[in-house]
Structures are given as C-alpha cells and as structure tokens.
Nanobody
Framework: QVQLIESGGGLVQPGGSLRLSCAASESIFSINTMGWYRQAPGKQRELVATITSVGITNYADSVKGRFTISRGGAKNTVYLQMNSLNPEDTAVYYC?????????WGQGTQVTVSS
C-alpha cells in the first residue's frame, strides 16, 4: 500500500520560513496532480497549493506570493517552500497525490507559527 511520508514541519517565528517535503513509499503511475492541503483547529481542510504533471501550479489566495510548490527530481516527491509565515498559517499540512481514480493522503505534519 502506498504511503506518503511528510517531513519539515515544526515551530517557527512569524516571518520565518519552512520547507515541507513529501515522498511516496513506492512508484505511483499516471499522477495527475500533487499538492498540499492544511487543516487548522476547528476548521475544514483547505487547499494550499497543487502542481500538475506538466507543472501547472495553483495556489490559495492566502498563500500566493509566499508559498511555492515544486516537484522533486524523483517522480513521486513534492515540496512546499513557505516564506513570510504568519500565525494564520498554523495548521496540520497534508500531502496529496491524485493518480487515475486513486487519491493518496499523508498523515500530516504540524506547522506552528508563533513568537
């Protein structure tokens, strides 16, 4: 069974940066999109950023200009560079891969922005 393994979360001060990484435990064929979602306490899970197999990106308005999604050299890796973090970015961040009719989720990594 494919697992998505996330890393890079943690505690950072406002204005700081973090880089999240996600790697699949095995090859996934026919990937449509790779992306990141987040869920803050008491809120629904929301899209942060996605990237298609041909490199087209999409961002939530709240992170445009601050976050950058990219794919790794290995086919099944995706990154999220987060700059100028603010307390509203505090959430559990989930990696997501959609391939054919399948959707894979990571277990989440906590990002906390606080002074």
């Amino acid at each position: 069974q494919v697992q998505l393994i996330e890393s890079g979360g943690g505690l950072v001060q406002p204005g700081g940066s973090l880089r999240l990484s996600c790697a699949a435990s095995e090859s996934i064929f026919s990937i449509n999109t790779m992306g990141w979602y987040r869920q803050a306490p008491g809120k629904q899970r929301e899209l942060v950023a996605t990237i298609t197999s041909v490199g087209i990106t999409n961002y939530a308005d709240s992170v445009k200009g601050r976050f950058t999604i990219s794919r790794g050299g290995a086919k099944n890796t995706v990154y999220l560079q987060m700059n100028s973090l603010n307390p509203e970015d505090t959430a559990v961040y989930y990696c997501n891969i959609r391939a054919l009719v399948y959707t894979y989720w990571g277990q989440g990594t906590q990002v906390t922005v606080s002074s």
